[in-house]
């Protein structure tokens, strides 16, 4: 049976015992600003943007799911390309079927240890105050049915409250 772990901090704290770490991606597949540009950044940023380059010719769609290696960073890395709050007409949706393509390529690849940050938060607005409970829901529901271990790393106690909290609604 898979277990869903809700942590607070540096998601790169956490790599230990993971094979795989979720990038919420730029459509170009470039270094970007927030969490996606760590990740490029830890992972050799000149490697992983070469990479992609060579290896994927068109912009990601909404919800794709692309791989690459993690060259310095010791575990590979699952990109995908999170739908914004604002632009969609089913923004919740959006985001639930984004974890769902995850955790279902994670599988269908091997994966069994994924790690990820909220996605959709940030730049692409959706607030965690409003996500919370859909998103543990979810991801409880595709750890058990895909017997996968998922660790959601968020920013802080504050914001990791209101998805543990939500568990006990």
Excluded: Q
Excluded at 30 to 58: F, H, P, Q, T, W
């Amino acid at each position: 049976m898979g277990k869903l772990n809700i942590v607070s901090g540096n998601i790169f704290d956490y790599l230990d015992n993971k094979d795989l770490i979720v990038n919420s991606n730029n459509k170009y597949m470039i270094c970007g600003s927030g969490v996606c540009g760590a990740i490029y950044k830890k992972a050799n940023k000149e490697l992983l943007e070469d990479y992609c380059k060579k290896n994927y010719k068109e912009d990601m769609k909404v919800n794709e799911v692309r791989f690459s290696p993690g060259f310095d960073l010791g575990i590979d890395i699952l990109h995908i390309y999170c739908p914004k709050y604002y632009e969609s007409n089913s923004p919740l949706l959006d985001l639930l079927n984004s974890y769902e393509k995850i955790v279902i390529s994670a599988k269908d690849k091997g994966y069994k240890n994924i790690i990820s940050v909220s996605i959709g938060t940030g730049v692409h607005g959706y607030k965690h105050i409003d996500i919370a409970k859909d998103i543990v829901s979810k991801l409880n529901e595709l750890v058990n049915k895909w017997n996968i271990n998922f660790t959601l790393v968020l920013p802080n106690e504050e914001i990791k409250k209101y998805y543990i909290e939500s568990v006990n609604l």
